[in-house]
């Protein structure tokens, strides 16, 4: 169990360019979660996948955003055109199974800033 | 709408002492469950504790446990003889479990920094 990985962990970028963000959730997990945290505030929701159906997204999800999961297993985030309210830590989740108590392991985020 | 309140921006606690960070939450749901997570400097955030609105007995696991007082709507973690490695970020989150509802409404943290 190598935990959920995500890559790169810090990104700079200019103002209007597109970036991708790499998650890999511990294997054989099949739910994996994308959420956004900005300074001074807790995780906020942005998408979830079950396998490779994404089935939930946050209001928060404009359309330069778009995340895909197309094996089921690692998950890409994309942000076109990024603003530099973009600026945030992105974090990646996983977990096994769905219920009560539901467990999720959170990655050690990607840090966006945009200049 | 799901909403969870963490009052105490910092804490400074001196090591082996116990702690309490609060918690309060609003939901409209019968059936709902509170998770505390640790997020260290690293920024992983790691679960520590969990209780489901139908738990009658509060949850434990080691040093952590979850002061659940369901009529006043608080969720309060206690964290028994501090440790050094404690200074972190904490986060209470909730799920209100219905079906097709999978995420965690997570509060605004408090910070803690244990004093050696």
């Known amino acids: 169990d190598t935990g959920v990985s995500q890559d790169p962990r810090h990104k700079i970028t200019k103002r209007g360019q597109n970036v991708t963000f790499r998650c890999d959730p511990i294997s054989e997990h099949n739910r994996l979660y994308w959420y956004r945290q900005t300074l001074g505030q807790g995780p906020e929701f942005l998408t979830y996948f079950q396998n490779e159906a994404q089935l939930e997204k946050s209001r928060l999800l404009s359309d330069r955003f778009s995340a895909e999961r197309p094996k089921g297993s690692f998950s890409t985030l994309e942000i076109q055109r990024t603003e530099q309210g973009d600026s945030a830590m992105y974090l990646c989740?996983?977990?096994?199974?769905?219920?009560?108590?539901?467990?999720?392991?959170f990655g050690s985020g990607t840090q966006l800033s945009v200049l | 709408a799901q909403k969870i309140t963490q009052t105490q921006p910092g804490m400074f606690v001196q090591e082996k002492e116990a702690v309490t960070l609060d918690c309060t939450y609003d939901t409209s749901d019968q059936s709902y469950g509170l998770f505390w997570y640790k997020q260290p400097s690293s920024g992983e955030m790691i679960f520590l504790i969990y209780q489901g609105s139908y738990d009658e007995q509060n949850a434990t696991e080691g040093r952590y446990s979850l002061n659940f007082q369901k009529a006043r709507k608080s969720a309060n973690l206690v964290i028994s003889a501090s440790q050094l490695g404690d200074s972190a970020m904490y986060f209470c989150a909730m799920r209100e479990e219905d079906f097709g509802n999978e995420k965690l409404t997570f509060g605004t943290g408090t910070r803690l920094t244990i004093i050696p």
């Open positions: 989740a996983s977990s096994p199974w769905a219920g009560e108590g539901e467990k999720l392991f």
